[in-house]
């Protein structure tokens, strides 16, 4: 047994209840069409995951997984800065740049503004980024996303919320309540760090996963605990997820979720510099730049809640017609597109464009007549020719069951 392993597996009941108060509406859900229903899944998803730093292998004391999991509950930092780096291999085709235009248009906002967090920050589900980040309390937080010779920055102050793209010179300008009993309100479209990430991973934490200690590292110079979280179930496509938190703090420094196929992480994403001192106050100041296009968006207090994107634990919500099939790391969402769904013949009937997405995809057949796997390292999606969606971080194997079993 490892030096550091707990001799007992974390079950929902030994989940504090801390655990569960994290924030909400941190995404929205994708417009579900062909193939973009698979990119929408897949980034949802993303709440599971990233990989830990190989380097140093601290002398901590030991610890259980119930313990370092109520550490990680527990921690209050409020005030911190740093970089983290955030890789992303869903393993989609290569479709010389499609792919991210389909993450970020699948979430275009109204107004079409280029500074909307909505599209934007969806860019973050593909390729690697370097994002700095800045917190001062509930009120003030600062998420940068640094580009070749641009940057994109959002930036909530009081209950201003900013979002500036450097490379087009637009701004992006809403409100947002303000903080309730030390919960942030402004909407997050994809989660950025990895406090962030580990709070998704540890909704999954039930009868249906193993949890353990597995060791120490050094991320971004400090000490920290290796929380490992692996299924239980068969049929699931994530093989596990590593979180390295910080021995001091109780805040998670880097996250890595690994597919069952093996490989690199699908996510990884980490602090490389880290700091839990206040920032500057001037850090969260933002004067729109001179002839800067300025789109003002609706007040947070006035506008419908924002659906959520279906997560492996939150299947459910955001979604008319949503339901899941399953539970735990076997968990599939079926919703009806309400359309025709995606002929599986031949291009000829339905022209060029079907031809292409069927050539992406699988072809298989069923109680449910036919329809079209797409797949990533993560997330599968079957879409059937009468227009059903089945979508989940299983196999192909299960999306075909489960359709099987609906009809």
């Given at each position: 047994?490892?030096?550091?392993?707990?001799?007992?597996?974390?079950?929902?009941?030994?989940?504090?209840?801390?655990?569960?108060?994290?924030?909400?509406?941190?995404?929205?859900?994708?417009?579900?069409?062909?193939?973009?229903?698979?990119?929408?899944?897949?980034?949802?998803?993303?709440?599971?995951?990233?990989?830990?730093?190989?380097?140093?292998?601290?002398?901590?004391?030991?610890?259980?997984?119930?313990?370092?999991?109520?550490?990680?509950?527990?921690?209050?930092?409020?005030?911190?800065?740093?970089?983290?780096?955030?890789?992303?291999?869903?393993?989609?085709?290569?479709?010389?740049?499609?792919?991210?235009?389909?993450?970020?248009?699948?979430?275009?906002?109204?107004?079409?503004?280029?500074?909307?967090?909505?599209?934007?920050?969806?860019?973050?589900?593909?390729?690697?980024?370097?994002?700095?980040?800045?917190?001062?309390?509930?009120?003030?937080?600062?998420?940068?996303?640094?580009?070749?010779?641009?940057?994109?920055?959002?930036?909530?102050?009081?209950?201003?919320?900013?979002?500036?793209?450097?490379?087009?010179?637009?701004?992006?300008?809403?409100?947002?309540?303000?903080a309730e009993k030390g919960r942030e309100?402004?909407?997050?479209?994809?989660?950025?760090?990895?406090?962030?990430?580990?709070?998704?991973?540890?909704?999954?934490?039930?009868?249906?996963?193993?949890?353990?200690?597995?060791?120490?590292?050094?991320?971004?110079?400090?000490?920290?605990?290796?929380?490992?979280?692996?299924?239980?179930?068969?049929?699931?496509?994530?093989?596990?997820?590593?979180?390295?938190?910080?021995?001091?703090?109780?805040?998670?420094?880097?996250?890595?979720?690994?597919?069952?196929?093996?490989?690199?992480?699908?996510?990884?994403?980490?602090?490389?510099?880290?700091?839990?001192?206040?920032?500057?106050?001037?850090?969260?100041?933002?004067?729109?730049?001179?002839?800067?296009?300025?789109?003002?968006?609706?007040?947070?207090?006035?506008?419908?809640?924002?659906?959520?994107?279906?997560?492996?634990?939150?299947?459910?919500?955001?979604?008319?017609?949503?339901?899941?099939?399953?539970?735990?790391?076997?968990?599939?969402?079926?919703?009806?597109?309400?359309?025709?769904?995606?002929?599986?013949?031949?291009?000829?009937?339905?022209?060029?464009?079907?031809?292409?997405?069927?050539?992406?995809?699988?072809?298989?057949?069923?109680?449910?007549?036919?329809?079209?796997?797409?797949?990533?390292?993560?997330?599968?999606?079957?879409?059937?020719?009468?227009?059903?969606?089945?979508?989940?971080?299983?196999?192909?194997?299960?999306?075909?069951?489960?359709?099987?079993?609906?009809?």
């Amino acid at each position: 047994m490892a030096p550091y392993e707990s001799d007992r597996t974390a079950g929902a009941e030994g989940l504090p209840d801390e655990a569960d108060d994290v924030r909400a509406g941190r995404r929205k859900a994708a417009r579900y069409v062909v193939p973009v229903a698979v990119v929408g899944v897949a980034a949802a998803t993303i709440g599971l995951v990233p990989a830990l730093a190989d380097s140093g292998d601290p002398s901590l004391p030991k610890i259980t997984a119930e313990q370092l999991i109520e550490k990680i509950a527990k921690s209050d930092v409020q005030q911190l800065s740093g970089t983290v780096k955030v890789s992303t291999d869903l393993g989609l085709p290569s479709l010389g740049g499609l792919e991210s235009g389909m993450l970020s248009g699948a979430t275009k906002g109204s107004g079409g503004s280029s500074a909307d967090p909505q599209s934007k920050l969806m860019e973050l589900a593909s390729g690697t980024h370097t994002v700095r980040v800045a917190a001062d309390g509930p009120d003030k937080a600062k998420v940068s996303v640094l580009e070749n010779a641009a940057e994109y920055s959002v930036i909530h102050n009081g209950s201003d919320v900013w979002a500036y793209d450097s490379k087009s010179n637009e701004v992006y300008h809403s409100t947002a309540p303000a903080a309730e009993k030390g919960r942030e309100k402004a909407p997050k479209d994809v989660p950025t760090t990895p406090k962030e990430l580990a709070d998704e991973a540890l909704k999954s934490v039930d009868d249906t996963t193993s949890v353990t200690v597995d060791g120490t590292a050094q991320v971004a110079g400090r000490d920290a605990y290796k929380l490992l979280i692996k299924p239980k179930q068969s049929g699931s496509t994530v093989g596990a997820i590593t979180v390295a938190v910080d021995a001091k703090t109780g805040v998670p420094l880097k996250f890595t979720l690994v597919p069952k196929s093996g490989g690199a992480a699908v996510v990884d994403a980490g602090f490389t510099q880290v700091a839990f001192a206040k920032p500057a106050a001037s850090t969260f100041d933002f004067t729109p730049p001179k002839g800067a296009k300025v789109t003002e968006g609706k007040d947070s207090k006035d506008s419908k809640a924002p659906e959520s994107a279906p997560t492996r634990g939150d299947l459910g919500k955001g979604l008319d017609g949503l339901k899941t099939i399953g539970k735990g790391w076997s968990t599939i969402a079926e919703f009806d597109t309400g359309g025709q769904g995606m002929p599986s013949g031949s291009s000829s009937e339905g022209g060029n464009v079907s031809g292409f997405l069927n050539s992406l995809g699988d072809h298989v057949k069923g109680k449910f007549g036919s329809g079209t796997v797409f797949s990533t390292r993560l997330v599968n999606a079957l879409i059937t020719d009468d227009g059903k969606v089945y979508a989940g971080a299983v196999t192909k194997d299960a999306l075909v069951k489960a359709a099987n079993a609906a009809h």
